[in-house]
Antibody, heavy 115, light 113 residues
Framework: QVQLVQSGAEVKNPGASVKVSCKAS????????LHWVRQAPGQGLEWMGR????????DYAQKFQGRVTITRDTSITTAYMELNSLRSDDTAVYYC????????WGQGTLVTVSS | DVVMTQSPLSLPVTLGQPASISCRSS???????????LNWFQQRPGQSPRRLIY???NRDSGVPDRFSGSGSGTDFTLKISRVEAEDVGIYYC??????????FGPGTKVEIE
């Protein structure tokens, strides 16, 4: 059974960075792309980027280019999403998602950006 | 980028009655490999999204058979044959044919009248 367990909620000041982790289990970690999707309060779903856990190759949404970095550590089957220069409108729940058809989702990590 | 639209955005339904949600894409979602990568998700209040339907009409494991998906090209539909109380939530369509980026519809809020 696929499980994606994300790190806990974060509160950050504007201008800071946040790094969210996603621990995967129950499948071959390197076999499927892993995506990050965010959801601002009361809003819809927004794709941020993805990583190929096998090669480490990434794609990012244009909106987040230069501000987001997705990495992985295959030894511990964990992916990471780091977002820099945080603004108040980055306040959202961040989800990791297995495979490009959205098959399985993590529980979400609330990131609050506030001074 | 492919733009996804949904209608209606709000759908009050009566328990036991059918419901239907439309999803349209700004370009055909037919892939050169013969598949059409249009998926449907349900997000219950306070929960992560859960995939219900993949590649237009394939139900995920554990999804009740009252949910069905259909469509082709740029026009797709999610139907609930008889709405139950547990179906309350927001439903999203998502295209994965032309990516990056993956793109989602704005969501349709289903609530009981």
């Amino acid at each position: 059974q696929v499980q994606l367990v994300q790190s806990g909620a974060e509160v950050k000041n504007p201008g800071a960075s946040v790094k969210v982790s996603c621990k995967a289990s129950g499948y071959t970690f390197t076999a499927y792309f892993l995506h990050w999707v965010r959801q601002a309060p009361g809003q819809g779903l927004e794709w941020m980027g993805r990583i190929n856990p096998d090669s480490g190759g990434t794609d990012y949404a244009q909106k987040f280019q230069g501000r987001v970095t997705i990495t992985r550590d295959t030894s511990i089957t964990t992916a990471y999403m780091e977002l820099n220069s945080l603004r108040s409108d980055d306040t959202a729940v961040y989800y990791c998602v297995v495979d490009s058809q959205g098959r399985d989702w993590g529980q979400g990590t609330l990131v609050t950006v506030s001074s | 980028d492919v733009v996804m639209t949904q209608s209606p955005l709000s759908l009050p339904v009566t328990l036991g009655q059918p419901a239907s949600i439309s999803c349209r894409s700004s370009q055909s979602l037919a892939h050169s490999d013969g598949n059409t990568y249009l998926n449907w998700f349900q997000q219950r209040p306070g929960q992560s999204p859960r995939r219900l339907i993949y590649k237009v009409s394939n139900r995920d494991s554990g999804v009740p058979d009252r949910f069905s998906g259909s469509g082709s090209g740029t026009d797709f539909t999610l139907k609930i044959s008889r709405v139950e109380a547990e179906d309350v939530g927001i439903y999203y369509c998502m295209q994965a044919t032309h990516w990056p980026p993956l793109t989602f519809g704005p969501g349709t809020k289903v609530e009981i009248e």
